[in-house]
């Protein structure tokens, strides 16, 4: 969904000598990262007295193992190392398309974990098999086949451990360990319980299958991707080509069937729900209701316009309309539909122009939140107090903080964390504590146990930036970003970041422009973001760095995000240039471009475009090969050989139409890689190839 078009625009000026730093491009991806710990997948325990989390480690950036930390005490203590447990199998092909979905292609060990929801022990899958870890320390083994298990769930009584294997699902009794088949037929085109490629790649739905509340039933969605279009893919490696035949579903051809079906834990009593008599739809969401006797189902258009909310009668299959949401651009997904014990739901929408909290009961809507500010998740829902949590931006659109608000009696939010930070939070099931993760542009993620009230109760991972810490080294030339806001060419207030060298008046410095500019995908947030330490790096080689956001990002209302509209490459590229209109253009780095909308996939594409079958205009007019032949200043394109995202076409077209319009360009191309090039060594030579290149065609020319 984050796609990698990311242009560098430069200031051709007379550069400054870069001052003697430690910091290299080659420390820069090394371990430890220099962002310190960052733990993943942080939770709390069922009883609230553990937090656990992945950590990596030290000497292995990339590699995470299971750690507890007592929430009274902060002790701290490794539940499960994953190089004692793992048995470095390779995983299945399918799992390794699924981790590149979930962006953690490159990281090794464990890459997720599940509680028990009797808290006595956490599922763990390691090396494409299963085990169940006590609190004591002892690792029991699942499962032991050749085969990988994947998207492993305890049911929600903790009775049943459920996996996927060879496109279908399994169920396993935990007390006995036997494990039984719920479908069979799975395999070729036809899979039960995964979600397809756009559910991962674009809905943010990473599963397939749901089980209620008490374990009568499980929802599982079955995927039939015979209708998709077959495109065959080089992936070209180091040691050879191979071709890929994968079903893609490009913009404007069809996508996989996806149903609904409803079956006891032992696959009997299987029934199909009632979604509707069109099938070119997308299965977006599914929830139970708290008591286990429904299931709340959000379809969505092909069009994108419409989303509905179906109440499904889990025994009959039938359904139900609730309400729906729409659009005459299109409808925002999110994860906000949170059922209420007493059968009322809390929910997001746009519908004021900017995303507010609503309740829902029994046909009628009270507003929550309002004003010209965006509500982003919500945390948690105390059902005693009648509050729900969520984060926002109410103070300013570049910074999130955790809020309450009655759902009974609303009145203004009451902000819980700490003002200066950018925040986000995720709550135990009462709404009784919150694990917050906080940042600033001068201190990495902190993550700590706070109280409903916000209290910090203790710290789960304090990576305190000082001398000891793996980026205090670097402190003494750390730049803290300047925030600020220039008039886009339609009036629109544009928020940028920059950071600067110490400047001398009469000097002119090189600008480095940090753009991504796709829909979406905020980039100025006063944060610790990712790129900090590498702009940081740039910063000290006498580089100005600026971003801006324009419009079509998020956060920032409906008029600001859809004004890109069956108009991408407008007014988009408008407002970087507004925030540029004092620059010269010196040089640009494409990398992993999309340059032919077309190659893309329906969900993501389709939304912002329209589909091209039936009006191929917008992709006429957002085609970025149309103008390359304009480029006159110094290019440079960089591409993985293997990317199955923004596949390599996008770049062999530019290149073809490049040559045949006689414009030099320069060309690094990785064999092997994916979207991210990731790893290592790969990271320091991609940056290394853009800074020489700058180096070569802007900051060093006379």
Same mark, same amino acid.
């Given at each position: 969904?984050?796609?990698?078009?990311?242009?560098?625009?430069?200031?051709?000026?007379?550069?400054?000598?870069?001052?003697?730093?430690?910091?290299?491009?080659?420390?820069?991806?090394?371990?430890?990262?220099?962002?310190?710990?960052?733990?993943?997948?942080?939770?709390?325990?069922?009883?609230?007295?553990?937090?656990?989390?992945?950590?990596?480690?030290?000497?292995?950036?990339?590699?995470?193992?299971?750690?507890?930390?007592?929430?009274?005490?902060?002790?701290?203590?490794?539940?499960?190392?994953?190089?004692?447990?793992?048995?470095?199998?390779?995983?299945?092909?399918?799992?390794?398309?699924?981790?590149?979905?979930?962006?953690?292609?490159?990281?090794?060990?464990?890459?997720?974990?599940?509680?028990?929801?009797?808290?006595?022990?956490?599922?763990?899958?390691?090396?494409?098999?299963?085990?169940?870890?006590?609190?004591?320390?002892?690792?029991?083994?699942?499962?032991?086949?050749?085969?990988?298990?994947?998207?492993?769930?305890?049911?929600?009584?903790?009775?049943?451990?459920?996996?996927?294997?060879?496109?279908?699902?399994?169920?396993?009794?935990?007390?006995?360990?036997?494990?039984?088949?719920?479908?069979?037929?799975?395999?070729?085109?036809?899979?039960?319980?995964?979600?397809?490629?756009?559910?991962?790649?674009?809905?943010?739905?990473?599963?397939?299958?749901?089980?209620?509340?008490?374990?009568?039933?499980?929802?599982?969605?079955?995927?039939?991707?015979?209708?998709?279009?077959?495109?065959?893919?080089?992936?070209?490696?180091?040691?050879?080509?191979?071709?890929?035949?994968?079903?893609?579903?490009?913009?404007?051809?069809?996508?996989?069937?996806?149903?609904?079906?409803?079956?006891?834990?032992?696959?009997?009593?299987?029934?199909?729900?009632?979604?509707?008599?069109?099938?070119?739809?997308?299965?977006?969401?599914?929830?139970?209701?708290?008591?286990?006797?429904?299931?709340?189902?959000?379809?969505?258009?092909?069009?994108?316009?419409?989303?509905?909310?179906?109440?499904?009668?889990?025994?009959?299959?039938?359904?139900?309309?609730?309400?729906?949401?729409?659009?005459?651009?299109?409808?925002?997904?999110?994860?906000?539909?949170?059922?209420?014990?007493?059968?009322?739901?809390?929910?997001?929408?746009?519908?004021?122009?900017?995303?507010?909290?609503?309740?829902?009961?029994?046909?009628?809507?009270?507003?929550?939140?309002?004003?010209?500010?965006?509500?982003?998740?919500?945390?948690?829902?105390?059902?005693?107090?009648?509050?729900?949590?969520?984060?926002?931006?109410?103070?300013?659109?570049?910074?999130?903080?955790?809020?309450?608000?009655?759902?009974?009696?609303?009145?203004?939010?009451?902000?819980?964390?700490?003002?200066?930070?950018?925040?986000?939070?995720?709550?135990?099931?009462?709404?009784?504590?919150?694990?917050?993760?906080?940042?600033?542009?001068?201190?990495?993620?902190?993550?700590?146990?706070?109280? /409903? $009230? #916000?209290?910090?109760? =203790?710290? *789960?991972?304090?990576?305190? +930036?000082?001398?000891?810490?793996?980026?205090?080294? &670097? %402190?003494?030339?750390?730049?803290?970003?300047?925030?600020?806001?220039?008039?886009?060419?339609?009036?629109?207030?544009?928020?940028?970041?920059?950071?600067?060298?110490?400047?001398?008046?009469?000097?002119?410095?090189?600008?480095?422009?940090?753009?991504?500019?796709?829909?979406?995908?905020?980039?100025?947030?006063?944060?610790?973001?990712?790129?900090?330490?590498?702009?940081?790096?740039?910063?000290?080689?006498?580089?100005?760095?600026?971003?801006?956001?324009?419009?079509?990002?998020?956060?920032?209302?409906?008029?600001?995000?859809?004004?890109?509209?069956?108009?991408?490459?407008?007014?988009?590229?408008?407002?970087?240039?507004?925030?540029?209109?004092?620059?010269?253009? /010196? $040089? #640009?780095?494409?990398? =992993?471009? *999309?340059?032919?909308?077309? +190659?893309?996939?329906?969900?993501?594409?389709?939304? &912002? %475009?329209?589909?091209?079958?039936?009006?191929?205009?917008?992709?006429?007019?957002?085609?970025?090969?149309?103008?390359?032949?304009?480029?006159?200043?110094?290019?440079?394109?960089?591409?993985?050989?293997?990317?199955?995202?923004?596949?390599?076409?996008?770049?062999?077209?530019?290149?073809?139409?490049?040559?045949?319009?006689?414009?030099?360009?320069?060309?690094?191309?990785?064999?092997?890689?994916?979207?991210?090039?990731?790893?290592?060594?790969?990271?320091?030579?991609?940056?290394?190839?853009?800074?020489?290149?700058?180096?070569?065609?802007?900051?060093?020319?006379?």
């Amino acid at each position: 969904m984050r796609k990698a078009l990311i242009s560098l625009l430069i200031l051709a000026a007379a550069p400054i000598p870069a001052q003697a730093r430690d910091l290299t491009l080659e420390r820069l991806f090394q371990s430890p990262s220099l962002a310190g710990p960052t733990p993943r997948l942080a939770r709390l325990s069922p009883d609230g007295r553990l937090v656990t989390l992945l950590r990596n480690r030290q000497e292995e950036k990339d590699r995470f193992d299971l750690w507890a930390i007592d929430a009274a005490t902060g002790a701290a203590r490794m539940l499960v190392d994953s190089k004692k447990i793992g048995t470095g199998a390779d995983i299945s092909e399918e799992e390794k398309m699924r981790r590149e979905r979930l962006r953690i292609a490159g990281t090794k060990g464990i890459t997720d974990y599940g509680w028990a929801p009797d808290g006595k022990s956490i599922l763990v899958p390691i090396d494409g098999d299963l085990y169940l870890a006590s609190l004591d320390g002892q690792v029991r083994r699942l499962t032991e086949t050749e085969e990988t298990e994947i998207d492993a769930k305890v049911s929600e009584t903790g009775r049943y451990l459920s996996y996927l294997r060879d496109q279908n699902i399994f169920v396993m009794d935990l007390a006995s360990a036997r494990e039984r088949a719920l479908t069979s037929d799975g395999g070729g085109t036809l899979s039960w319980g995964a979600a397809e490629f756009v559910a991962q790649e674009e809905m943010g739905r990473q599963t397939g299958y749901w089980w209620s509340p008490d374990d009568r039933f499980v929802a599982v969605a079955r995927v039939d991707e015979s209708p998709v279009a077959v495109v065959t893919r080089a992936a070209i490696g180091a040691e050879g080509t191979r071709l890929v035949e994968q079903r893609y579903p490009a913009a404007g051809t069809r996508n996989a069937i996806v149903d609904l079906y409803i079956m006891a834990p032992d696959g009997s009593g299987r029934i199909k729900a009632d979604l509707g008599s069109n099938p070119d739809v997308y299965l977006t969401r599914v929830d139970w209701a708290k008591d286990g006797k429904s299931l709340f189902v959000q379809r969505m258009s092909r069009d994108q316009k419409r989303l509905d909310v179906l109440r499904v009668d889990p025994v009959t299959g039938k359904s139900a309309l609730l309400f729906s949401e729409t659009s005459k651009t299109w409808v925002n997904l999110t994860d906000n539909l949170k059922p209420l014990k007493d059968g009322s739901l809390i929910w997001s929408s746009e519908r004021s122009g900017y995303s507010h909290l609503y309740r829902w009961k029994a046909g009628k809507w009270t507003q929550l939140t309002r004003g010209d500010w965006a509500v982003e998740d919500v945390a948690g829902v105390d059902e005693k107090a009648h509050r729900v949590y969520f984060t926002g931006t109410a103070e300013t659109p570049i910074q999130q903080q955790l809020y309450w608000v009655s759902y009974d009696k609303p009145k203004a939010p009451v902000r819980v964390t700490e003002a200066g930070w950018s925040n986000a939070a995720e709550m135990d099931e009462g709404a009784t504590h919150a694990l917050v993760t906080r940042s600033n542009p001068s201190q990495p993620s902190q993550v700590y146990l706070a109280d /409903a $009230a #916000g209290r910090r109760l =203790a710290w *789960v991972e304090e990576n305190r +930036l000082g001398p000891d810490h793996p980026y205090g080294a &670097y %402190l003494d030339s750390h730049v803290k970003p300047v925030f600020g806001t220039l008039a886009g060419p339609d009036g629109s207030t544009l928020h940028y970041r920059m950071l600067t060298p110490r400047l001398e008046p009469g000097k002119h410095y090189p600008v480095f422009f940090f753009v991504y500019g796709g829909p979406h995908g905020q980039q100025v947030t006063d944060a610790w973001y990712g790129q900090l330490p590498l702009h940081q790096y740039l910063v000290d080689q006498g580089w100005i760095v600026f971003t801006v956001d324009n419009r079509g990002t998020n956060r920032r209302g409906t008029k600001f995000e859809n004004a890109i509209y069956h108009a991408m490459g407008g007014a988009e590229v408008e407002d970087q240039l507004a925030g540029v209109e004092w620059l010269k253009f /010196a $040089a #640009g780095v494409a990398v =992993a471009p *999309v340059t032919k909308w077309e +190659l893309y996939d329906t969900f993501y594409t389709e939304r &912002y %475009l329209g589909n091209p079958a039936t009006d191929p205009k917008p992709y006429q007019s957002s085609n970025a090969l149309e103008d390359s032949s304009r480029i006159a200043d110094p290019l440079l394109v960089v591409h993985g050989m293997s990317d199955d995202n923004v596949v390599f076409e996008n770049s062999t077209a530019l290149i073809a139409k490049l040559q045949k319009e006689k414009k030099p360009f320069e060309l690094m191309v990785y064999p092997g890689a994916t979207h991210a090039i990731a790893g290592e060594g790969p990271q320091t030579h991609v940056w290394t190839t853009i800074t020489r290149f700058l180096g070569r065609t802007v900051k060093n020319r006379p």
